[in-house]
Each structure stands twice: as C-alpha cells, then as structure tokens.
C-alpha cells in the first residue's frame, strides 16, 4: 500500500509560479511511476505529467501533456520520497484540483485509470 500527500496549491495571479508536492510512504519511491493529474470544474481528469526511474536513469523520465509542456516541470527526490511539480507561467486554464498519483509498476501512463494510488488533491487556481 501506498499513501499519498500532496501540498502546496494555492491562489496565484497569471503569469505566477507555485510548487506542488507530493510526499510518498508505504513503498520504495523510485520502484514506482508517479504523475499528476487535475480535473477542472465539470471536465474530465487529464493528464498533466509523469516521472519513472525504470529506466536507470537517476534523474527519471519525464512525461508532459502538451498542454503543460515547456511551462512545468517534474521531479522527484527519492531520499525525500517527494515528487514535485514547478509550475511556472501559470494560466487561468490552469485552474483546477491537482491530484498526485503513483503507479505500482514503475510504468508511466497519461490515461488515470493507469494509476493505483491517489493522494486527496490540492486546489491551484490562477486568476486573470
């Protein structure tokens, strides 16, 4: 079993930054792919980014919707057991839920019903 919990959202003006964070227990951090995802209010969860360290890589392979890409960027610390998400050049469209999650395969997917564990959410909202 792993537990997760995500930190950090919060109110920003357009064109802010914020840091999210998700802190992992239960499991060794790097056997497992993790991502994040957000739902909007009345839209679908969708895909944000994904990070896995099954590729022997110590910095991970990194996913991002392209919606995203070139404006956040995720990481993880595996002595922390922390994954983070710098989101820069923030949008109004950004606005939502964003939930952590992990996968217990170390396989990093786009689709969310690829993932087994879900931390609570935390709420990033971006004004004009």
């Known amino acids: 079993q792993v537990q997760l919990v995500e930190s950090g959202g919060g109110l920003v003006q357009a064109g802010g930054s914020l840091r999210l964070s998700c802190a992992a227990s239960g499991r060794t951090f790097s056997s497992l792919a993790m991502g994040w995802f957000r739902e909007a209010p009345g839209k679908e969860r969708e895909f944000v980014a994904a990070?896995?360290?099954?590729?022997?890589?110590?910095?991970?392979?990194?996913y991002y919707a392209n919606s995203v890409k070139g404006r956040f960027i995720i990481s993880g610390d595996n002595a922390k057991n922390t994954m983070y998400l710098q989101m820069d050049s923030l949008k109004p469209e950004d606005t939502a839920v964003y939930y952590c999650?992990?996968?217990?395969?170390?396989?990093?997917?786009?689709?969310?019903?690829?993932?087994?564990?879900w931390g609570q959410g935390t709420q990033v909202t971006v004004s004009s």
């Open positions: 999650a992990a996968e217990h395969f170390g396989i990093a997917a786009n689709s969310w019903t690829e993932y087994d564990y």
């Open positions: 990070i896995t360290w099954s590729g022997g890589s110590p910095y991970g392979s990194q």
